[in-house]
C-alpha cells in the first residue's frame, strides 16, 4: 500500500495564532482514515492544507506524490466542505451537473453521484429547499463525481439518520476497497470504529495515529471515547 | 483557461439567475420604466429627453450589473463555493470570463428590451442605429461586471458591497459630462473625466445620437471601454487567492 498523504511539521497560523504546531503524520492509499479532535482543535484548517487552499507557517504537505494544491491534482482530490458549499438557488441535479463539467465531465456521472447519496428522488429540488441533512448530501455528490482518487470529507455525515450514516460509510468503504484513499473529520466517536485508521487531533497536536484497534488496546479499554480521554490525560500528565 | 469550462460557468451562473425569477422580471422592466419617467418629466420626447434617455441607456446597464455581480460574487466567497471551486480544474479567468458572459448576455436583453421601449413607445430620436446603441450598452454591462467582480474582493459582508456603489459608479457619472459639459470642468477635473471608462462609453453615445454612420471616435470609445473591462477582470483574477489564511 502505497502512501496518498504524506504531512511534515506543518504549522499554521490563523488569525495571528498558532492553531497546528507541527504536525506530521502519513496517511496510506486505499483507506478510510478517521481525522477526530473536539471542536476548534483544527481538524478543518489540517484538511484545508491537504486540499491546498490554506496558507501555511512552514512544513510540507504532500498529496498523491505532489505538493498539496498543485494544478495536476485538482482532478483528482474531491472536497466537502464542513458547512455544504452547493449553489442554493440550483436545484441537486443543476449543481452535481456543473461539477461534472468542470472535470470534463457529463451528466450521467453527475446522475450517479446523486444517487450515490441518495438524493435521486429530490434531484430535481433546488438545493436551498433541502433539509439540512439533504443539504450536505448533495455537497458530498458533487464531490464523489469523477471517481477522484483522494476524497477529504470534512464531517460528511452530520445531520444525517443512524441509517444514512451506515449507508455513507459502506460506500466509503467500497471506495477505499476500489483504491480511493478517503479523510474523514467528524467529531462522532461512534463513527471511528468504522474507520481503518485513526488521527486523533487535540488543540493543533496529533496525540494518536494507529488503527482503532491499536489505540484501544493501547489505552486499555474498548470504548474508543474512553481511548481518547485516556491519551488526553496521558499528554497532560507528560507535559504537566 | 478551458472553453469548456468557462461555458459552463456561464451556464450555471444564467442558470442561477433563471431561478429567480423576480430579479429577471427587475433586471428587464426596470430600465424601461425609469426611461418611461424621464420621458414624463422632460413633458414627452424632445431634445433634452433624446439627450439624457441615450446616455442612460448606457449607464443602466453599468450600474445594474456593477451591484448584481457584486452580490453574486460575495456569496460565492460567503458560502464556501468559492473555495471549492478553487480546488478544482477551473481556472481563476475561467470564473471570471464566465460571469463575464453570462452577465453580459443579460445585459444583451435587457439592453435590447430598454432600447426598443426607448426608441419605439417614448419616441427617442437619435441620428445614428439602434442596434449601436444596444452594443454600447452591452460592452458598458460587461464593465459593470469587472469592475463588480475586483470589487467585491474588497468587501466582506452585503453591506459593505453596496457601498462601493457610491464609491465607484457615482463619481463616474457625474464627470462623466451628462451633467456639466467635460470641457467646462476644471482642469483636474476633465483630468480625472479622461481617466475614468464610463467618459468613453457615454462619448460613444453621443456620437450615436449626432452622427448617421458609424464614427471613428465611437469605435475608439467603445475599444476603450472594452479595454478597461479586461484589465478590470484581469484586476480581479489578481484578488482570486486559492490559499487563504
Ligand atoms: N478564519 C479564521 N481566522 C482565525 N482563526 C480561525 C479561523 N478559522 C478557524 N480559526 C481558529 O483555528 C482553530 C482551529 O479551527 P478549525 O476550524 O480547524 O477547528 P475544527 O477542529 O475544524 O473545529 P470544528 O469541529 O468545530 O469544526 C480554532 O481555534 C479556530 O478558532
Ligand atoms: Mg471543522
Known amino acids: ?240 | 483557461m478551458s472553453l469548456g469550462i468557462t461555458f459552463a460557468t456561464a451556464g450555471r451562473v444564467l442558470r442561477q439567475l433563471r431561478h429567480d425569477r423576480r430579479t429577471v422580471a427587475l433586471l428587464i422592466v426596470v430600465p424601461a420604466l425609469l426611461l418611461a419617467l424621464l420621458y414624463f418629466m422632460y413633458d414627452g420626447a424632445g431634445g433634452t429627453f433624446d439627450r439624457i434617455a441615450l446616455v442612460m441607456l448606457g449607464v443602466f446597464p453599468f450600474v445594474i450589473m456593477f451591484l448584481v455581480t457584486s452580490i453574486a460574487m460575495l456569496r460565492e466567497r460567503t458560502t464556501g463555493t468559492l473555495e471549492r471551486l478553487l480546488t478544482t480544474p477551473l481556472g481563476k479567468i475561467d470564473l471570471l470570463f464566465g460571469y463575464g458572459l453570462a452577465f453580459g448576455l443579460a445585459a444583451a436583453v435587457q439592453g435590447t428590451v430598454a432600447t426598443g421601449a426607448a426608441y419605439w413607445l417614448l419616441g427617442l430620436q437619435t441620428s445614428g442605429n439602434a442596434g449601436l446603441v444596444v452594443l454600447i450598452a452591452v460592452v458598458n454591462a460587461v464593465l459593470g461586471v469587472a469592475l463588480g467582480l475586483f470589487c467585491s474582493a474588497f468587501a466582506r459582508t452585503e453591506f459593505q458591497a453596496v457601498q462601493f456603489l457610491p464609491v465607484v459608479v457615482v463619481p463616474q457619472l457625474l464627470l462623466c459630462g451628462l451633467f456639466v459639459p467635460r470641457e467646462q470642468m476644471a482642469g483636474w477635473l476633465e483630468g480625472i473625466s479622461n481617466a475614468l471608462p464610463l467618459t468613453y462609453a457615454v462619448e460613444a453615445l453621443v456620437q450615436v445620437g449626432r452622427s448617421a454612420e458609424a464614427t471613428t471616435t465611437m469605435w475608439r470609445d467603445l475599444a476603450i471601454v472594452a479595454g478597461a473591462a479586461v484589465v478590470a477582470l484581469v484586476l480581479a483574477a489578481a484578488t482570486l487567492r486559492r490559499r487563504t489564511p
Open chain 1, 1 to 240: 500500500m502505497g502512501t496518498a498523504i504524506e504531512v511534515r511539521d506543518l504549522v499554521v497560523e490563523r488569525g495571528r495564532r498558532e492553531v497546528l504546531h507541527g504536525i506530521t503524520c502519513t496517511i496510506p492509499s486505499g483507506s478510510v482514515t478517521g481525522l477526530l479532535g473536539p471542536s476548534g482543535s483544527g481538524k478543518t484548517t489540517l484538511i484545508r492544507a491537504v486540499v491546498g487552499v490554506q496558507i501555511v507557517k512552514s512544513g510540507e504537505v504532500t498529496v498523491l506524490g505532489r505538493p498539496a494544491g498543485s494544478a495536476p491534482l485538482r482532478s483528482q482530490v474531491g472536497y466537502v466542505t464542513q458547512a455544504p458549499s452547493v449553489y442554493a438557488d440550483l436545484s441537486v441535479r443543476e449543481n452535481a451537473r456543473y461539477f461534472a463539467a468542470l472535470l470534463g465531465l457529463g451528466a450521467a456521472e453527475a446522475d450517479r453521484a446523486i444517487a450515490d447519496v441518495g438524493l435521486a428522488d429530490a434531484r430535481g429540488q433546488l438545493v436551498g429547499n433541502l433539509s439540512g441533512g439533504q443539504r450536505s448530501r448533495a455537497s458530498l455528490a458533487c464531490a464523489m463525481i469523477g471517481e477522484p482518487k483522494l476524497l477529504v470529507l470534512d464531517e460528511p455525515t452530520v445531520g444525517q439518520d443512524p441509517v444514512l450514516r451506515a449507508d455513507l460509510w459502506a460506500r466509503f468503504h467500497e471506495l477505499a476497497d476500489a483504491g480511493t484513499t478517503l479523510l474523514v473529520s467528524s467529531h462522532v466517536m461512534d463513527e471511528a470504529g468504522r474507520c481503518d485508521r485513526l488521527l486523533l487531533i487535540r488543540e493543533g497536536r496529533l496525540i494518536g495515529d494507529d488503527t482503532p484497534a491499536a489505540i484501544r488496546t493501547a489505552a486499555g479499554t474498548d470504548d474508543l471515547e474512553e481511548a481518547f480521554l485516556r491519551l488526553i490525560r496521558e499528554r497532560e500528565q507528560v507535559t504537566a
